[in-house]
């Protein structure tokens, strides 16, 4: 059995920013797990830019924004194992682990930080009809093999989501060389950036194609086209709409999440929508002294607000560990009116700092307000120009005004059209 | 005079800009911007459009790593990015490589370089 303060599950930007914030809020021994050769998460495969411009204040590649953390937690003690599987957390917080130098680990942590990120939702997810034949991938694999293998899978490409892997793949298969026909979104809207839908789509006149989907692929041992088709209000194939679309590639886009097995077996509850578990305002779940960030407690479009989160996270953490952790009563969020949910989804009434309430809107708004109320009193307001599902929004609640708050009511945050 | 609605594409947050031209084709004035960055990003898209490149590079006697990921150093004229990307594609660069490392300097001219954004043992 070995000791530590702190354990944290994935070394990610999440669980890397996690440690670091706990280390400097006095955690002494702190280990990372990380089943991957290296750490970095999922940043390793992301060689566009677009990452730290609000954390660093410059345009950084995924392997750049990561390395700056590697770099960081290279300057400390904390201890990383990488080819590092963690297998199993216990309700009294040991963490079984495996790996080829130590074998079977267990390790007694204070603390543990959940911080395993997500991965695509594969074929099965959808009802396609048509053959097993190759060709048919998630836009990530897509992305590893090009960035990582130097290895392009295709030549003609049909992406099926209007997510922004796939937005963003659209536009690196382009540019080595690959036709991309076209991207079919289900929604009449897309759930992309639509910064990635200028510079990856308009950009090569890729077009996008709303409401519309994959109902057929065909091909025996490659893919050799698709069948799409015009989808109506409840989503369903219209019938005499459907187009045959030559492709040897079709790439799937459609969807996130949260990677959450480990969670579910030690017993969390999860969130319904976000499919993370249900934390507090320092990212607690509820079983005490697991806290969970990035990724795997709700899905974010953008690392540097993955990064404060793991940061509030490792404070949490560290006030844990010191006995300085407020666990008071709560009251609970809920979105309501066109807000799909809330992070966190509880505070603690006797909150001692400000908090940014995170959520996801289920429709686009224009010209809109956030309102949010507690008991039927408004406790503030915020103008949105635009509002899509897309982006993660926020508003920020002050610590006096929670406090203020009767233990136990809900503080719901609806839109306002 | 004329008003453009622009996404600015400089950060992921993509704040809707609206960009005023006067009748000669010149900015005369840029809102809904957030920083400094959109305003600038509005005023070049506006006039002469340019993106960052990113994209891989052959590893001569690597390890492992058989392209490691670069990046332009600066945004390369948006009309140019083909090109650039057929220069790329010919060249390549040894192991070991570090972050950083200039793979084609001031790339057809661009002013751009060609670095490296991850290291290849
Ligand atoms: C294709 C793509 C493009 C993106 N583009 C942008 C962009 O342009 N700009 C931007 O700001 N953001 C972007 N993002 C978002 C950002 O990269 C992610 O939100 C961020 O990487 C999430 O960090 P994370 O640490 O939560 O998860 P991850 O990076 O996924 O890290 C989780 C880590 O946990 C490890 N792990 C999981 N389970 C276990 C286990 N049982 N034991 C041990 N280790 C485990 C995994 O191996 C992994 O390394 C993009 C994301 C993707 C996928
Ligand atoms: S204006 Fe600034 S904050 Fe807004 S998208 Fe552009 S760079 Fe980002």
Redesign the interface.
């Given at each position: 059995m070995l000791d530590f303060d702190l354990a944290v599950v994935g070394g990610g930007p999440a669980g890397m920013a996690a440690a670091l914030e706990a280390r400097e809020n006095g955690v002494e021994k702190i280990v990372v797990l990380e089943r991957a050769e290296t750490l970095g998460g999922i940043l390793e495969q992301c060689i566009h830019t677009g990452f730290g411009l609000h954390y660093f204040g410059e345009e950084l590649s995924g392997p750049e924004y990561a390395g700056r953390f590697m770099k960081l937690l290279e300057d400390t003690d904390i201890t990383v194992k990488t080819d590092t599987m963690v297998l199993d957390i216990a309700s009294d917080n040991t963490v079984t682990a495996v790996n080829k130098k130590d074998g079977l680990i267990k390790i007694n942590a204070k603390a543990v930080v959940l911080a395993m990120g997500c991965r695509e939702r594969p074929r099965g997810a959808l009802s396609i009809a048509g053959s097993r034949c190759s060709g048919i991938m998630t836009a990530g694999t897509a992305q590893k093999y090009v960035n990582i293998d130097g290895y392009m899978p295709g030549h003609e490409v049909v992406i099926l989501g209007s997510g922004d892997i796939g937005l963003i793949m659209a536009r690196r298969m382009t540019l080595e060389g690959a036709k991309v026909k076209m991207v079919c979104e289900l929604m009449p809207y897309s759930g992309g950036l639509t910064r990635n839908i200028v510079q990856c789509l308009d950009d090569f006149g890729i077009p996008l194609k709303l409401s519309c989907t994959v109902v057929a692929t065909h091909g025996k041992d490659r893919l050799e086209g698709v069948t799409i088709a015009k989808v109506d209000e409840k989503l369903r194939p219209i019938p005499g709409t459907e187009e045959y679309v030559p492709c040897d590639t079709l790439m799937l886009s459609v969807g996130l999440i949260p990677e959450n097995e480990l969670s579910k077996n030690s017993g969390l509850e999860l969130d319904r929508i976000t499919n993370g578990p249900k934390v507090d305002e320092y990212r607690e779940t509820e079983h005490k002294g697991v806290f969970a960030c990035g990724n795997v407690l709700q899905v974010h479009d953008l690392v540097d607000y993955v990064t404060e989160e793991s940061q509030i996270a490792g404070l949490g953490a560290a006030k844990y560990i010191k006995g300085e952790k407020i666990s008071s009563e709560c009251v609970s969020t809920q979105g309501v009116d066109g807000v799909r949910y809330i992070v966190p989804q509880r505070i603690n009434c006797k909150t001692d700092s400000d908090v940014k309430l995170y959520f996801r809107v289920g429709a686009v708004f224009n010209n809109a307000k956030i309102i949010v109320e507690c008991g039927g009193k408004e406790i503030l307001s915020k103008k949105k120009k635009k509002l899509c599902p897309g982006e993660m929004e926020y508003v920020t609640l002050k610590q006096s005004v929670i406090n203020e708050l009767a233990a136990n009511s809900v503080v719901t945050v609806r839109v306002e059209a | 005079m004329e008003k453009r609605e622009l996404?600015?594409?400089?950060?992921?947050?993509?704040c809707?800009i609206t960009v005023t031209l006067d009748d000669n084709n010149n900015v005369t004035d840029v809102t809904?911007n957030t920083c400094k960055?959109g305003d600038a990003y509005a005023r070049t898209e506006c006039t002469s459009p340019t993106?960052?490149?990113?994209?891989?590079v052959?590893v001569e006697g690597g390890k492992k790593?058989?392209?490691v990921?670069v990046?332009s150093s600066v945004p390369v004229p948006?009309g140019m990015?083909?090109e650039c990307?057929e220069a790329i594609?010919k060249s390549s660069i040894k192991a070991p490589v570090k972050?950083g490392d200039v793979v084609i300097k001031n790339i057809l001219d661009t002013g751009a370089d060609i670095i490296a954004?991850?290291?290849a043992e």
């Open positions: - | 996404v600015c594409v400089a950060c992921p947050l993509g809707p809904g960055r993106r960052m490149l990113t994209t891989t052959k790593a058989c392209v990921p990046k948006k990015m083909m990307m594609n972050i954004t991850n290291n």
